[in-house]
């Protein structure tokens, strides 16, 4: 069992920048992939980035490529995602997701863990 918070939404004009933070608890370990979606109102959960908890492999959605970073400190067991140049689309509840797979899914329903998810409200 794997537990998942989210910290670090918030509002932010378009441009700017936020940092998400998502602090893993329960059984935690290097084979551990973790991965942050988010998801619109009236949309689909969908994937933004993850990363394989070694850190060898990191993965982005276009739509997110360039403006976003994941870094992860394991000794912590916290994964953040740095978010900049901020869009009004980015607006939505991100989520955090765990899961034992050494794969980073870009489907959410074959993740085993979620938090509660953070805002982010992304105004012009």
């Known amino acids: 069992q794997v537990t998942l918070i989210e910290s670090g939404g918030g509002l932010v004009q378009a441009g700017g920048s936020l940092r998400l933070s998502c602090a893993a608890s329960g059984r935690t370990s290097d084979d551990i992939t973790m991965a942050w979606f988010r998801q619109a109102p009236g949309k689909e959960r969908e994937f933004v980035a993850g990363i394989s908890w070694r850190g060898a492999r990191h993965s982005y959605a276009d739509s997110v490529q360039g403006r976003f970073t994941l870094s992860r400190d394991n000794a912590a067991n916290t994964l953040f995602l740095q978010m900049s140049s901020l869009k009004l689309e980015d607006t939505a509840v991100y989520y955090c997701?765990?899961?034992?797979?050494?794969?980073?899914?870009?489907?959410?329903?074959?993740?085993?863990?979620w938090g509660q998810g953070t805002q982010v409200t992304v105004s012009s």
């Open positions: 997701a765990a899961d034992g797979s050494p794969n980073i899914h870009r489907i959410p329903s074959l993740w085993d863990y």
